[in-house]
């Protein structure tokens, strides 16, 4: 039987009176490449805060590979394999490329092998910059180096939200291909959310759609793109092959 990587029940997170989150329900499989699209306010944030310990849930439950976690630190969603990058990047402007990641190496992956922070500057085509101070690095550098640092933590369960925001049309496709193939060649458990929706259609396995807080839509990027509630709540023109 294959094993759910994440387990969502019933999540919801409200602030106030605004329910950001409302009954959400899903289910990733070890290995699954997903993808979460929606518009802009729909809970997509707060679903990672609600599934990686940045927030605890109004209701519902979470479970990573089978573990209740729902309302428990970051710490402990890193110890069960889960890590992550954020929405505006979390990185050590003053310090160098390989300080950055030997640092989340250290705080992330403690008794791990340290040979895991070569290997990992490497296929993040961070090497020839490993010396560069962070802060000076150009946007998509520095999107790659928060990939390095949540990979060297060596997780299970892999959370990006909008790795591809700011950058070029061709830098979008550079780090979707750096994504798909980190997916498969570490066997990594992926959920990533981005508005690049063209893009994350033609590399992810399935899609998540996210409106008003609750799952709007859930299905392969080929059901999703024809999907009339997706349409009109999200996609409306664009065109999505
Ligand atoms: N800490 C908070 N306190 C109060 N309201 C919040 C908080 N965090 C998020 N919200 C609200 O919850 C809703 C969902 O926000 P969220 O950041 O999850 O959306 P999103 O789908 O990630 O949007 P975007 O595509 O713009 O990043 C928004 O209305 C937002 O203003
Ligand atoms: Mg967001």
Redesign the pocket.
């Known amino acids: 039987m294959s094993t759910s990587m994440l387990s969502v029940q019933g999540l919801g997170m409200q602030?106030?009176g605004?329910k950001?989150l409302a009954d959400v329900t899903m289910e990733v499989k070890q290995g699954e490449f997903v993808g979460v699209i929606?518009?802009?306010?729909?809970?997509?944030?707060?679903?990672f805060h609600a599934i990686s310990g940045v927030h605890v849930p109004t209701s519902g439950t979470v479970r990573i590979d089978g573990r209740e976690l729902q309302g428990r630190s970051p710490d402990a969603f890193c110890r069960a394999g889960v890590a992550r990058t954020f929405?505006t990047p979390r990185i050590f402007g003053d310090m160098t490329v390989l300080e950055n990641v030997r640092f989340a190496f250290l705080f992330g992956n403690q008794g791990g092998d340290v040979s895991l922070v070569d290997k990992v500057i490497g296929e993040t085509h961070l090497a020839t910059l490993r010396s560069e101070v962070a802060g000076a690095l150009p946007p998509a550098r520095q999107r790659q180096l928060e990939i390095a640092m949540a990979l060297v933590t060596a997780p299970r369960l892999l959370l990006l939200d909008?790795v591809a925001a700011g950058l070029t049309e061709g830098e979008v496709e550079d780090v979707a291909r750096l994504i798909r193939h980190l997916h498969d060649s570490y066997g990594l458990t992926v959920v990533w959310?981005e508005?690049a929706v063209r893009t994350l259609m033609k590399t992810v396995d399935r899609v998540a759609v996210?409106n008003f807080?609750q799952l709007l839509a859930d299905g392969t990027p080929a059901e999703i793109a024809a999907n009339p509630k997706v349409i009109s709540a999200y996609l409306g023109d664009e065109v999505v092959e």
């Open positions: 602030f106030g605004l950001a929606g518009p802009n306010g729909a809970g997509k944030t707060t679903f929405q909008e959310i508005h996210l807080g």
